[in-house]
């Protein structure tokens, strides 16, 4: 394919599209706007780095395209040489480039991209006699990148820099008017049409920032009613209506188009099968007229209209149409799933037999869709789901198709989580095992994709199988090569202590984070501001797993170290950033409860909780099931410090995201909804509605039962920490025997865990004692009542002597219930000492 110059203006043509216009290669309207971001991107340009790349990020329509190519125009009215990189062409870019020449690439697309673009920044990285600006456009960063960063550390130092960039907003122009842009606009597309300049009465997108796409399609659409019918007056235009309006123009151009090549009718192509084959054009892409043929020749199965004989010819005028390339796919993409969901067999038709690389345009382009569809405000989402499913299911088992495609789709996702999952799986079937001849490297890669994606959909035995494996050979790779490899081993590491964690080892997690902090830290050493990243990663999951352990106090201060880290990283970086700095503050609050010390946990949980709601109403596909943990840690920390029904609707909003998380991936999510249904319930049950409580935590028990069943190590200790629960509801609700029997299931489950994890599980074993001892004094059995409590206090004197501030008022709690019990059994004497000493405790506490 082609290596093209970027500032080459097109000459409008009769037959061009109306679409055609909107293309940024055109640049039929002035550049407007955006003065900064290109002042910023001509800075860089100049400076004195002798290769560099650059990221231009955002959603579909904001013009990132037409950013980028405004920057390489500029660039060659400096005497820079300035080319686009077509998806294929890759391996030839730097040798287009004459020697010595400063040179700008356009890389549109890049997160679609297979490895090709990998081998192309490599070769850049290592340098060329002249200076070189690699532009990579995309929607965003992903796993694509990540995968660029972690080639070698070469290429990592060139791509570091460029995930510093914001995404591109809707707004080109600070407190920017849709109108005025539209009316702006409206003058350039007259006079490409021939036609003369109407004026516009624009109804904007309410506050203004209307993709910029948005806004040029309708000022086209004023001046193609103008061409139609030359109305008179104000004429009005509807930002909202545009696309859907432009795109009704389009069709009928498609058959003019036709019929200006002879085709339209008896001689080739009856009209009714025009919308299927631009459909398939644009699921496919196809690029020669041998490909187009047999593209017609499938779909003339099932999309009636095609004249027998008339393939050819009817594949020719698909390659000059080219739907795939030259119209923006927020404008064409409609009308392809459409298509796709009233024919279902067109989709079959498109792929069976389709080459590799078109199989991958179709997966790739469904996937954008798809994407384009999970903000949570769009049309519904299972047509183009579906779709995907099966563009997915047609692809061929080769590797680099797989991983291309796998490496677009967002993570986490709540709606592709699966579909990406099984992708890695046959990814790493596509790489042979113990082939001499195979790349290791290779093969580790596909290894760790498959366990992080098998993770993060909740199946981590599945997903440590692999990643285990993947460590191995990375182990293997990094002893050959540390300056390569060692970052890859390191963050494989975090990835493998999460999975363990997952699965209630929390011993193990803790040894593999550490192991990858080391690695870090020797590796931010040798190359400062390289890894600050994973580093920042990895110091986050090692405070994490401190505090499975029970020990918040080791874990709270590598939990402020990331979150200091993350506030920086997000301070340069919001786009990037700021979702990892909400997670930080949120755990650096929990740590806080955890040592008893709720006032100083509410800053950090208010604003993780502040974050989170933004993010998750921007992208809740994304972001929804963290804002359910930053709203139950700010429940949690009102609930601490006795502000129980200021935290009951945090609460409840908690479960009600987390019953749609658990319902859309209950392997991932079940365990939070369950966390929350016995947080909430508990709540409910201390203000005195127990019966409401009860039923929350009743439904808690019945999943913790499920979740321990299928992984006891994991869950066995959150199920006896619900039944507990159930029991103090049963006990308000004077049904003594009900408690005892949750209870004492309780008390045995404490105990087993004790024996294995004693410093971890104490404090729960002695808060069921207490609560047991509670019951049988209920019950008027107060001489088993003494053993129980007695034994709860000598446990809760050690964990008061480690930290006070936690265990003293549990101490306090469990010396009040003995005092009773004992003075139930009329040992008056022991029991006034217990109660003094509860009076003591109290009063320090007070003071």
Known sequence: MPLTTSHTRAAVTHAVSPGRLLAPARRTVPFLGRTAELASLLDWCGGPEPVAARLISGPRGVGKTRLARETAHEMAHAGWTCLDVPDGAEPAALAAIPDGAPAVLVVDGADTRGPALADLLR???????????????????????????TTDLAVRALLEPARSADDLGGAVFPGQVDA?????????????????????????????????LDLQAAALCAVMRVQARRPRGMLPVDVSDAMDELLEHERWSWFRSAEEAGLLGEAALAPEGMDGLVAAATLTGV???????????????????????????????????????????????????????????????????????????????????????????????????????????????????????????????LALGELRAELTLRTLAAVPDGDPDGDPARRAEALRDAGVALGEVGRAADAERYQRGAVTLFRELATADPHRFRPRLAALLVNLGATCSDQGRPEEALRCEEEAVDLLRLVTDDH??????????????????????????????????????????????????????????????????????????????????AIRRGLAAAEPDEHLSGLGDSLQVMGTALTDQGRGEEAVPYLEEAVGIRRRTAEENPGRYLPDLAYSLQALGTRLSDQGRHAEGLELQQEAVEVQRRLAADSPGRYVPELADALSAVGVTYSRLDRPQDALDVEREATRTWRELVGADPDRYRPRLAQSLTNVSSIFAGLRLGDEAVAPASEAVVLLRELAAENAARYRPRLAEALRTLALALHDQERFDEAQRARSEAQELGGVLGA
Request: proline share 8%; charged share 20%.
């Open 287 to 413: 690029r020669t007229p041998d490909a187009a043929e047999n593209l017609v020749r499938r779909v003339a199965a099932v999309v009636p209209g095609v004249r027998p004989g008339a393939e050819a010819a009817v594949g020719r005028w698909l390659v000059d149409l080219d739907p795939h390339r030259t119209l923006p796919g927020r404008l064409v993409d409609p009308h392809l799933l459409a298509e796709l969901t009233d024919t279902p067999e067109l989709l079959g038709a498109c792929l069976a037999g389709a080459s590799a690389a078109s199989s991958r345009r179709a997966a790739l382009r469904m996937a954008v869709i798809v994407v384009d569809r999970l903000d949570g405000r769009s049309e519904d989402q299972s047509p183009a789901l579906d779709q995907l499913g099966a563009v997915l299911a047609a692809l061929p088992e080769d590797h680099d198709t797989l991983r291309a495609v796998s490496g677009a789709l967002p993570h986490p996702s």
């Open 123 to 149: 070769a850049a990285a290592r340098g060329r006699n002249g200076a070189l600006r690699i532009l990579l456009v995309a929607r965003g960063t992903g796993q694509w990148f990540d995968r660029l960063t």
């Open 528 to 609: 400062p501001g390289t890894v600050t990243r994973d580093l920042t990663m990895a110091v986050s999951n090692l405070a994490v797993t401190f505090a499975e352990l029970g020990k918040p106090l080791a874990a709270l201060g590598p939990s402020r170290e990331a979150a200091g880290l993350w506030r920086q990283l997000a301070g340069a970086n919001p786009e990037r950033f700021t979702w990892a700095l909400a997670l930080s503050l949120m755990n650096v609050a929990r740590r806080l409860l955890e040592l008893g010390r709720p006032k100083e946990a509410l800053e950090p949980a208010a604003e993780s909780l």
């Open 180 to 212: 005025r842009l539209v009316t702006a606009f409206v003058e350039p597309y007259a006079r490409a049409l021939g036609v003369a300049a109407p004026r516009v009465a624009v109804a904007s997108v309410p506050g203004g920032g209307a993709p910029m």
